[in-house]
């Protein structure tokens, strides 16, 4: 996108300030960094920076600035909504190597770390000092902390615990322009000045580059145990969640599979995944400071979803846990093994009304030949809406997503919720963002946009339907 | 501050298309709106509207956006740093008439409310539902929760619970030139574009004016006990709040009260406040789904803090809890009965450090002769810190405020705290911003602001040190 003279002109200052390891022209080595795991969708850098440290984020972001290049803020890859792929081209700058836990402070539970920090890495050190950073997408063991905090990332653990949101005291942020700014810090109240932590939050690296973040944790329970609930409809599923609400227990997770999702993971699992012939499944995760307190939930539950309840799969050990989740965390890979090309939506609806959702959605992919896959977070609403190409002519797929899309996030719009719930706009939804915002909404975002990157070089072609210069 | 030319043609043209009883001109009244519950600040506005509706704000932003006047959004008044006193005259836009709680959804554990419902109120309507609005600021009966959402209101409970931007979850508001913008929405995720609600939560009216709020409610607690524990001094007593977290016991609440404090409410209550000769006190608040994991919880904590506990006070009736907090609610009263003037700080340090704060501030009280008190939040690390003038001339007390601010902040920052915890920076703390901020970071603020409201006409005045066409 960028002509020759512009990006060796480029390379030059680069490798001058940061010196020549940081900075990578191989192409082999940037069509690595040409996509993330969005399916198919794959643009070519120009360039990759590594930055070690805040001075080589500054100096970075100082030059493209400079000579109006743009630069697409990388964590570890693992969006997939196309947050991290460069689609004007330009700079990647991956805060890959900014990996260190800088502190564990367990007297005032507060951690400090580098944005490259990967979210388990962090889970661990923290299980260690007896806290826990609960925030859990489904990337966890490969995604890196700076990009949960762009894209403000969920997980499971919504229902009891929260999103990344809840856990981000503060930040040390990076302008287009080079300047350094902190937000926030090691205090759970503040309110000196304005919440930026609060903008930077899911801003998809359009706003700044996080260089490093203050995280709150909490004291890890002491116990847990999965439970798996097998339902005659998803309907009945749902109502199940409300009551277990209504009878003020809150689980750390909730999570649900319909009937699809159960019968393509027990083909790709080869029959070993329980109730295999449910409608519905639910699979729950208590936790509390003790084993009484934990199977007193669970009686707890029993009685909540008595009216509906065939049986409980209680898991007493750690093997029979791993086997109740394995279905749930089988699920895309049976998806792209049946198909490598899909859709994959997450959108979000209150969650009283999830089987409406479903099954207003699962009659129009019926309708129109689909094979549709639906699952996710049954506690908060969010519902993974996967769509499969299989033997689809890829020119029809193509032809047909836009339409498609539309009537996913029509849905969701009308039962009172929005387009994506926790993976971002990215590249692929903002061409659908005005189905979600006004005119006057999206202007807003733009002019915020504009505060923190007048020329627009920060993550361009992410989010907004058309250039912030509009 | 503007000339009667100016006001006559906003009067006429308010009146025009709001109607006369919403527009306000009678000095009398006028006068009740000059200030709120800060210490010795008033400024008259010259004109007051009670909005009724978003087109009521709506059509006065628009008319006062035309004609450069500016607008202090208020909701009950009750704040304590300026934050809602018209400091440059113009119009006060009160929200109190706004006051219907507009939806309790219980299925889906959400409200909807309008600014002017008294947070006391919903808190109420919510727990009739089996359900809980957690924030409780020490005004809960007086306050806004519009109000709270500017401030980003703390309280007590923030230690188990958050504070208030822990549940909201989507916003209506009004832009300066009278757009209606909506933020966020009615699930827990939602990642459609810039979290927009963050940074209107304590952006202390400067940004927009809010006339509708989604709010997350969770299920209430079936029950709860309060904890009186005495301690030798105030190092034992943050000691203890550190142990008790440690042992992975989060309380509903931990607050604290240094010897002064205990002293001077002593003598306020005439000697009727338990264990009055203690060098510290913590009021502790457990909750729980039942009284036997409430009581499992008190003899953990009595484990937690053994080495240095003497006696433990467990409430076993409502007057004995009341009798407990008691002395921690009369503290503003005792002083305010002492000396009407006094300044009210309230920092933030990190919670292991507060005794390291107290010390150090007292001793620099003690140097300059000046009578101090602080109690607060050790769960979180919030201190009040009353300064009283007592006896002092008024002349001298105001040619000493600058450098007590200056103190007291410097030592917070220096802890790696920040100036205020949940309070704001309003008007009083506006000329002290650059000691926890950089000149770039405000910069930044004020683009930001500009990008609500280009012509600065919503509570010019507040948290800036200077002008935001700066």
């Not at 996108?1 to 200052?13: P, Q």
């Not at 570890?76 to 947050?83: K, R």
């Given at each position: 996108?960028?002509?020759?003279?512009?990006?060796?002109?480029?390379?030059?200052?680069l490798?001058?300030?940061l010196?020549?390891?940081k900075v990578e022209?191989?192409?082999?080595?940037?069509?690595?960094y040409?996509?993330?795991?969005?399916?198919?969708?794959?643009?070519?850098p120009?360039l990759l920076v590594r930055a070690e440290?805040?001075?080589d984020v500054r100096n970075t972001l100082?030059i493209c600035n400079?000579?109006?290049v743009s630069v697409t803020p990388r964590g570890?890859?693992?969006?997939?909504?196309?947050?991290s792929?460069p689609?004007?081209?330009g700079v990647i700058l991956s805060t890959e190597k900014m990996?260190?836990?800088?502190?564990?402070?367990?007297?005032?539970?507060?951690?400090?770390?580098?944005p490259g920090?990967?979210?388990?890495?962090?889970?661990?050190?923290?299980?260690?000092?007896?806290?826990?950073?609960?925030?859990?997408?489904?990337?966890?063991?490969?995604?890196?902390?700076g990009?949960?905090?762009?894209?403000?990332?969920?997980?499971?653990?919504?229902?009891?615990?929260?999103?990344?949101?809840?856990?981000?005291?503060?930040?040390?942020?990076v302008?287009a322009?080079?300047?350094?700014?902190?937000?926030?810090?090691?205090?759970?109240?503040?309110?000196?000045?304005?919440?930026?932590?609060?903008?930077?939050?899911?801003?998809?690296g359009?706003?700044a580059v996080i260089t490093?973040?203050?995280?709150?944790?909490?004291?890890?329970?002491?116990?847990?145990?999965?439970?798996?609930?097998?339902?005659?409809?998803?309907?009945?599923?749902?109502?199940?969640?409300?009551?277990?609400?209504?009878?003020?227990?809150?689980?750390?997770?909730?999570?649900?599979?319909?009937?699809?999702?159960?019968?393509?993971?027990?083909?790709?699992?080869?029959?070993?995944?329980?109730?295999?012939?449910?409608?519905?499944?639910?699979?729950?995760?208590?936790?509390?400071?003790?084993?009484?307190?934990?199977?007193?939930?669970?009686?707890?539950?029993?009685?909540?979803?008595?009216?509906?309840?065939?049986?409980?799969?209680?898991?007493?050990?750690?093997?029979?846990?791993?086997?109740?989740?394995?279905?749930?965390?089988?699920?895309?890979?049976?998806?792209?093994?049946?198909?490598?090309?899909?859709?994959?939506?997450?959108?979000?609806?209150?969650?009283?009304?999830?089987?409406?959702?479903?099954?207003?959605?699962?009659?129009?992919?019926?309708?129109?030949?689909?094979?549709?896959?639906?699952?996710?977070?049954?506690?908060?609403?969010?519902?993974?809406?996967?769509?499969?190409?299989?033997?689809?002519?890829?020119?029809?797929?193509?032809?047909?997503?836009?339409?498609?899309?539309?009537?996913?996030?029509?849905?969701?719009?009308?039962?009172?919720?929005?387009?994506?719930?926790?993976?971002?706009?990215?590249?692929?939804?903002?061409?659908?963002?005005?189905?979600?915002?006004?005119?006057?909404?999206?202007?807003?975002?733009?002019?915020?946009?504009?505060?923190?990157?007048?020329?627009?070089i920060l993550n361009?072609?992410?989010?907004?339907?058309?250039?912030?210069?509009?």
């Open positions: 996108m960028y002509n020759t003279e512009i990006i060796n002109n480029l390379k030059y200052r490798q001058d300030i010196t020549d390891k022209t191989d192409v082999d080595i940037l069509d690595k040409s996509c993330d795991e969005t399916s198919d969708l794959r643009f070519m120009d440290s805040v001075e100082k400079e000579l109006n570890a890859g693992t969006g997939v909504t196309g947050g792929v689609v004007s081209g990996n260190r836990i800088l502190e564990i402070d367990r007297d005032n539970m507060i951690a400090v770390v580098e920090v990967i979210t388990f890495d962090l889970q661990q050190k923290a299980l260690h000092e007896g806290l826990m950073y609960p925030p859990d997408p489904a990337s966890l063991e490969t995604c890196s902390i990009g949960n905090v762009a894209e403000n990332a969920g997980g499971p653990k919504a229902v009891k615990y929260g999103i990344t949101k809840d856990y981000i005291l503060g930040l040390e942020i302008l322009d080079g300047t350094v700014v902190n937000t926030g810090g090691r205090t759970v109240k503040n309110v000196t000045g304005y919440n930026l932590t609060g903008i930077i939050l899911g801003s998809e359009t706003l490093k973040i203050y995280l709150r944790l909490i004291p890890s329970p002491a116990a847990s145990r999965d439970i798996l609930i097998p339902f005659n409809s998803i309907e009945r599923a749902v109502e199940a969640v409300t009551s277990i609400l209504k009878h003020r227990i809150i689980p750390a997770t909730i999570e649900f599979m319909e009937k699809d999702a159960i019968d393509l993971v027990s083909k790709h699992m080869d029959g070993t995944i329980p109730y295999a012939d449910a409608g519905a499944h639910l699979l729950i995760q208590v936790d509390g400071q003790s084993d009484d307190e934990v199977y007193s939930l669970i009686n707890r539950i029993s009685v909540a979803v008595d009216i509906v309840q065939e049986k409980i799969l209680v898991a007493d050990s750690i093997s029979q846990s791993n086997r109740i989740w394995k279905a749930r965390r089988s699920i895309r890979e049976a998806i792209v093994k049946t198909s490598p090309i899909f859709l994959a939506e997450d959108c979000v609806v209150p969650r009283a009304v999830i089987h409406f959702f479903l099954k207003s959605l699962k009659e129009f992919f019926i309708l129109k030949g689909l094979y549709s896959v639906m699952f996710g977070h049954a506690g908060d609403g969010n519902v993974h809406i996967d769509v499969l190409k299989k033997d689809m002519e890829y020119s029809e797929w193509k032809k047909l997503l836009p339409d498609l899309k539309k009537q996913i996030y029509r849905r969701a719009i009308d039962l009172g919720g929005t387009i994506t719930g926790e993976h971002g706009v990215g590249y692929l939804r903002k061409d659908y963002l005005t189905m979600a915002l006004s005119a006057e909404e999206i202007a807003l975002q733009q002019r915020i946009k504009k505060a923190f990157d007048p020329k627009s361009p072609g992410k989010i907004f339907p058309f250039s912030s210069e509009a």
